[in-house]
């Protein structure tokens, strides 16, 4: 990397994961109870996708 | 929607050439050199602004910060291909705020504070009640392209 190649986009993602005692599906509850968008149930992993943005430099 | 007004700031761009070139190397040229600052922590914040080009901190252009966390990234940096990825691992007992802007930044120290001069990418615009009942895995990819 770096012949010919430049910096272009900035990608920022995150995973939640419930803490012990909580189940997924109490997560997702607590989720949209506050209103914050999940952007996909990964159930196979125990996790929730909370962030993804690609931002372009 | 026009994603906030976010990325890798002037001074990340300059950090990057800074090692990559290794300014003010502590050794003579061609023995190995010693990189004091490099891309190590990362912090989150419930700062609602936007991160401009010319921010060196936190708090540089988007004014006080109220509530903001700060660790060390999982692990150092890691590359695939032409991305280079870094991820913070945020426990259940912490940044139990309302997250609105997350960073990246170097330092010589794991703590930096939202007026560190220590800032090399950001993204806002963001929101997410952060509690106990869960830990968040943030991760950061810095995107290269081919312009040959």
Known sequence: MFTNETPTHLQVFAWATPAEGVTLDMLIAEFEAAGNEILEVDRANNRLKMFDVTKEL | ?148
């Open chain 2, 1 to 148: 929607m026009a994603l906030p007004g976010s990325g890798v700031v002037n001074q990340g761009l300059q950090r990057t050439g800074i090692n990559l070139a290794c300014v003010g190397g502590g050794a003579a040229v061609g023995l190995p050199q010693t990189t004091s600052r490099y891309l190590m922590t990362m912090s989150v914040d419930d700062n609602a602004n936007n991160f401009a080009a010319a921010d060196t901190a936190l708090s540089t252009s988007r004014g006080a910060i109220v509530n903001m966390f700060d660790q060390l990234l999982d692990g150092l940096a890691t590359r695939t291909a032409q991305t280079i990825s870094f991820t913070c691992t945020l426990g259940t007992g912490v940044a139990n705020f309302t997250i609105r802007g997350i960073a990246w930044h170097d330092d010589t120290v794991a703590n930096v504070t939202a007026a560190s001069a220590t800032l090399i990418a950001g993204i806002a615009g963001q929101s997410l009640l952060k509690t106990s009942s869960f830990s968040l895995a943030i991760t950061g990819n810095i995107l290269f392209t081919d312009n040959s």
